[in-house]
């Protein structure tokens, strides 16, 4: 088992920035890749970031790159996604996840556990 706890949402003007982070515990945390998702109110779940279980490799969603940074602490068993430039489409609860050995990358369903999520308000 694998807990994740997800924090540093909030409400910011368009323009501003935000760090969020996702803390876990239980199991090995070093061993997965991870991701971040998100969903907004009626819409479908969004892939956004993933890092590798080394840090070494990352991925984006067309949408956030440029914008957002994933990143992680092995020694802190965090893993961070930094959020510049945000914008009212960015408006939705922030989700991490483990990553599934050899799933894929950019779908939901190659996510194991889960956090609660974080909720991230962009005024316009």
């Known amino acids: 088992q694998v807990q994740l706890v997800e924090s540093g949402g909030g409400l910011v003007q368009a323009g501003d920035s935000l760090r969020l982070s996702c803390a876990a515990s239980?199991?090995?945390?070093?061993?997965?890749?991870m991701g971040w998702f998100r969903q907004a109110p009626g819409k479908e779940r969004e892939f956004l970031a993933t890092?590798?279980?080394?840090?070494?490799?990352?991925h984006y969603t067309d949408s956030v790159k440029g914008r957002f940074t994933i990143s992680r602490d092995k020694a802190e068993s965090t893993v961070d996604l930094q959020m510049n430039n945000l914008n009212p489409e960015d408006t939705a609860i922030y989700y991490c996840?483990?990553?599934?050995?050899?799933?894929?990358?950019?779908?939901?369903?190659?996510?194991?556990?889960w956090g609660q999520g974080t909720q991230v308000t962009v005024s316009s």
């Open positions: 996840a483990t990553r599934v050995v050899g799933s894929d990358w950019n779908q939901g369903y190659g996510y194991d556990y």
């Open positions: 890092i590798s279980w080394n840090g070494g490799v990352t």
């Open positions: 239980g199991r090995s945390f070093t061993v997965y890749a």
